[in-house]
């Protein structure tokens, strides 16, 4: 059975940083390219950063230069590590590769 699960969320304020990271387990994580996106209410889901599986790395423009993906093979673990916050980037993170999603993480970024 394949999972996904968020982790790494919170409150904090414009500025600083936080760093999300999404466990896989029942897929061959080395070899599926993973993504991140974001939702708020009312709003589709956004794509925020994509990884594939050999490093090929794309971001969203709104978070270019602030945001970061990685991914650790050994840990089957996805990544985004999120500096200079801001209040537009609250939202629910969710982690996904083709049809399957993680059940979310809040962000919450207060001005």
């Known amino acids: 059975q394949v999972q996904l699960v968020e982790s790494g969320g919170g409150l904090v304020q414009a500025g600083n940083s936080l760093t999300l990271s999404c466990v896989v387990s029942?897929?061959?994580?080395?070899?599926?390219?993973m993504m991140w996106y974001r939702q708020t209410p009312g709003n589709q889901r956004e794509l925020v950063a994509s990884i594939g599986p050999t490093g090929t790395i794309n971001y969203a423009d709104s978070v270019k230069g602030r945001f970061t993906i990685s991914r650790d093979n050994a840990k089957n673990t996805l990544y985004l590590q999120m500096n200079s916050l801001k209040p537009e980037d609250t939202a629910v993170y969710y982690c996904?590769?083709?049809?399957?999603w993680g059940q979310g993480t809040q962000v919450t970024v207060s001005s």
């Open positions: 996904y590769f083709p049809t399957h």
């Open positions: 029942g897929a061959l994580f080395r070899a599926i390219p």
